[in-house]
């Protein structure tokens, strides 16, 4: 289950242990599962399974984002990313619509499709409806080979075919249009596309080359919105007016992004900031969330912004995203990654579709907060803040040092540099 408050007043000035500890009380987490939080690499064994050539393993941070409330409930989500400022501008977003109910999602079905390539057919029209005549049989072969999957409500429910013009003549593509429950769904699409796939031949006359799950998940579409008021888009102290011209600022700069590819491609990598963070927390295929998020974001349009931004009548600022997500809790590395295991039990989620809309909040929070930096004090101010520790570092200072010049260069007001950094690194070593 959720948690009962994402509100976690002072997390951040505790110290790692105790963060982990303040979580595992809150979600009720095993101490197998906070010591894959402590111990964050695999084993070797576990590792070679994984992938081939293993040879060592590699650490990123695991950050959480808090004050999110979804479709009512509380939930504190894991990210897994190198960049400064992502896990702290999607809390202080979802905090702000905290008023207002939270975020409020309503997905799709988890219909995922399956791509049967036809080529070589000497009447493409008849062959394509000699397919769709034998729709319910190839439907049947489908769920045959996956009782498993219809048995929990999921399996084929449609077949469609097109007619596509291509370099290398008319190709029919046959789509398999497959409830994949709680799955990710490539193996079991992956299994009924390859299994009829001979049968296809048959009936077109042709032959099939490819037969691949699609990333372009069109049926597949995670849909969240969150309302936020003046008050709260106010700098601070819930000044309706200041919020007002912030929530102004957000519109044109979102504005930008939906009538310009490229703002709009840096506008969307801000959203996978967090969407492919959360996947890699929880064992998922990021690269394929990656993928279809883009695709869906130019399908049938020219390249734009995932999420929508607008006011309504009460001048409000009300946010929405609609994105491909196939994701999945049965399958995949999270099955044999502890980590993965920790992170979703902390969500305290129990199905894909509670992943999805997790994910997809995660996304619309991050996109306003940087829509909001950009509209305000810029995104550097917030971002270099927040980097200053990473900076300091590089500048080759030793742990007990890094505090020290932390507060040199906050105090002196300047932008934050390298060289006011190697300035503040000196003054602390007297130089």
């Known amino acids: 289950m959720p948690v009962e408050n994402s509100r976690l007043k002072g997390f951040y000035k505790l110290s790692v242990p105790e963060r982990r500890a303040k979580l595992a009380e809150l979600a009720g987490l095993t101490d197998e599962q906070v010591k894959a939080w402590a111990d964050a690499e695999l084993d070797e064994g576990t590792a070679d399974r994984m992938i081939e050539n293993v040879i060592g393993r590699y650490s990123l941070p695991i950050g959480v984002a808090t004050n999110f409330i979804i479709d009512g409930d509380h939930y504190l989500i894991p990210f897994v990313v190198e960049e400064a400022s992502v896990v702290a501008a999607a809390s202080n977003m979802a905090k702000r619509c905290q008023?207002?109910?939270?975020?409020?999602?309503?997905?799709?079905?988890?219909?995922?499709?399956?791509?049967?390539?036809?080529?070589?057919?000497?009447?493409?029209?008849?062959?394509?409806?000699?397919?769709?005549?034998?729709?319910?049989?190839?439907?049947?072969?489908?769920?045959?080979?996956?009782?498993?999957?219809?048995?929990?409500?999921?399996?084929?429910?449609?077949?469609?075919?097109?007619?596509?013009?291509?370099?290398?003549?008319?190709?029919?593509?046959?789509?398999?249009?497959?409830?994949?429950?709680?799955?990710?769904?490539?193996?079991?699409?992956?299994?009924?596309?390859?299994?009829?796939?001979?049968?296809?031949?048959?009936?077109?006359?042709?032959?099939?080359?490819?037969?691949?799950?699609?990333?372009?998940?069109?049926?597949?579409?995670?849909?969240?919105?969150?309302?936020?008021?003046?008050?709260?888009?106010?700098?601070?102290?819930?000044?309706?007016?200041?919020?007002?011209?912030?929530?102004?600022?957000?519109?044109?700069?979102?504005?930008?992004?939906?009538?310009?590819?490229?703002?709009?491609?840096?506008?969307?990598?801000?959203?996978?900031?967090?969407?492919?963070?959360?996947?890699?927390?929880?064992?998922?295929?990021?690269?394929?969330?990656?993928?279809?998020?883009?695709?869906?974001?130019?399908?049938?349009?020219?390249?734009?912004?995932?999420?929508?931004?607008?006011?309504?009548?009460?001048?409000?600022?009300?946010?929405?995203?609609?994105?491909?997500?196939?994701?999945?809790?049965?399958?995949?590395?999270?099955?044999?990654?502890?980590?993965a295991q920790a992170n979703v039990a902390l969500l305290g989620i129990k199905s894909a579709d509670d992943l999805a809309k997790v994910m997809a909040a995660a996304g619309l929070a991050q996109n306003l907060g940087a829509l909001r930096a950009l509209a305000t004090v810029g995104i550097q101010a917030g971002h270099m803040k927040l980097h200053l520790r990473n900076m300091i570092a590089s500048a080759g200072a030793e742990q007990e040092e890094i505090e020290p010049v932390v507060s040199i260069v906050r105090e002196s007001g300047d932008r934050i540099t390298m060289a006011a950094v190697e300035a503040a690194l000196k003054q602390v070593r007297g130089e």
């Open 99 to 339: 008023a207002t109910g939270g975020f409020v999602s309503n997905n799709t079905e988890p219909v995922m499709i399956g791509q049967i390539q036809v080529v070589g057919c000497d009447d493409p029209e008849a062959s394509k409806a000699a397919i769709l005549a034998a729709k319910d049989e190839l439907i049947q072969a489908c769920n045959d080979v996956d009782p498993i999957l219809v048995k929990f409500g999921g399996g084929c429910r449609d077949v469609e075919a097109r007619i596509i013009d291509t370099e290398s003549g008319p190709m029919i593509i046959v789509h398999i249009l497959v409830d994949c429950r709680d799955a990710m769904g490539a193996n079991a699409v992956n299994t009924m596309a390859e299994t009829i796939a001979p049968r296809v031949e048959s009936l077109s006359n042709g032959t099939v080359i490819l037969r691949i799950i699609s990333n372009l998940a069109v049926h597949r579409l995670a849909r969240v919105s969150a309302t936020f008021t003046p008050g709260e888009m106010s700098d601070a102290g819930n000044d309706p007016v200041r919020g007002a011209e912030v929530i102004n600022g957000v519109l044109q700069a979102y504005h930008f992004a939906a009538a310009d590819p490229f703002r709009a491609t840096t506008h969307n990598k801000g959203i996978m900031n967090a969407i492919s963070p959360v996947a890699i927390a929880c064992g998922q295929d990021w690269r394929a969330v990656e993928s279809g998020a883009h695709s869906y974001a130019a399908h049938e349009r020219r390249y734009g912004s995932m999420t929508h931004w607008e006011k309504d009548a009460a001048g409000n600022l009300v946010g929405s995203i609609e994105i491909p997500m196939a994701v999945g809790l049965v399958g995949g590395a999270i099955r044999i990654h502890p980590g």
